[in-house]
DNA sequence: AAGAGGCGTCAACACTTGTTGACAACTACT
DNA sequence: AGTAGTTGTCAACAAGTGTTGACGCCTCTT
């Protein structure tokens, strides 16, 4: 049997889900410790307030496993992990909605930029590779988070209600366009 | 001369630049009317609040001229619309930063959402035509979208530092790529 | 038993938020 | 001149924000 977590993953596991959904500065700390259950005063307690709360879901973003993978089937594992079921609960663990939240945040922006840059699309570009290498990653990404976008937050119906099937295979068709470089 | 804005329009004008760069709830009444040079009274009356000050906006917003030209060179317009200089000023009228800035508001999003589908994605799959016209300008628009996120927020490398001449070019495969059907 | 340290609860704080109503200044009309 | 309507100014409000400090409870060690 799973065992009760902690205060501090409690609080961790709200931060992250309401973070993720409404961002930085549309969730106060009463939300998160309400979802919780726990008492308000615990965020600066443990955390050092909201911001260091805040920071800490940051740290906890999984390293994206598409840049672990060979240069080969790194185009199809990304697209697949950004062609996942629109679940809530799973998609907690693809970061892309807590960056695209609090890009936009004045206090938490350039964490964010710093963190997209550094943590995905400069590996992107090293895997990738050969000329141009920066663009090729960049507009792959574009791609991909133009997808997401699209798909679940402005919820347009040609990707709403479509299968999963027919939409990996046209990002395929995309994204290898997109890493293509122009002669 | 340019006549000295009047007081309602001096509010739109600042209100846009506000809500267009940092979203609806990290924009206070106060930083408005502070840009406006105006009382924070102002708002409530003339506007019936924040909300109603930001619906105005919103209906400010132009009809995406793209919508207005031919089926042949619309993919050309509309890759030229996303490829503008980094301008501030002069990206006022481009509405897309304005919706992706909203999207995730919890309480402007339906809004926001309603606008793309109806004011954009919808009339675009009408223009493309076909079969699968939906999904189609839903892949367009995820391209374009995608694009401009990826260089004005996320401020990426590839994206930022291309010369505008490749950038297009590059789009411009894209967009043709993404407005093919898969057979 | 006595003390110490970790853990949670409660009330309160200083501050910002959006909004309102009273008041003054000005213009336009009779 | 007098009056009505518009327009801007000021102070204040209630609600919500993040944060802090005091207090009580439980467990472990001596």
Redesign the pocket.
């Known amino acids: 049997m799973t065992k009760t977590p902690?205060?501090?993953e409690k609080l961790l596991q709200a931060a992250r889900a309401l973070f993720w959904t409404r961002g930085y500065?549309n969730?106060?700390?009463?939300?998160?410790?309400g979802a919780a259950?726990?008492?308000?005063?615990?965020?600066?307690?443990?955390?050092?307030?909201?911001?260091?709360?805040f920071e800490a879901t940051l740290a906890d973003i999984p390293a994206w496993d598409v840049l672990a993978c060979d240069r080969e089937n790194l185009l199809e594992k990304a697209v697949e992990s950004f062609t996942q079921p629109y679940n809530p609960q799973t998609d907690l663990v693809n970061p892309f909605t807590l960056l695209l939240a609090n890009v936009l945040d004045p206090v938490m922006g350039d964490k964010i930029r710093a963190f997209v840059q550094q943590g995905i699309a400069t590996p992107l570009a090293e895997k990738l590779g050969g000329v141009r290498a920066e663009e090729k990653a960049a507009m792959l990404l574009a791609v991909l988070f133009g997808f997401a976008l699209i798909r679940k937050n402005f919820q347009v119906k040609g990707l709403t209600d479509t299968s999963l099937d027919d939409l990996r295979a046209q990002m395929m068709i995309l994204g290898q366009t997109a890493v293509q470089s122009a002669p």
């Open positions: 902690s205060t501090k500065s969730v106060s700390v009463r939300d998160i410790t259950g726990v008492d308000a005063a615990l965020v600066s307690r443990y955390f050092g307030g909201k911001q260091g709360l």
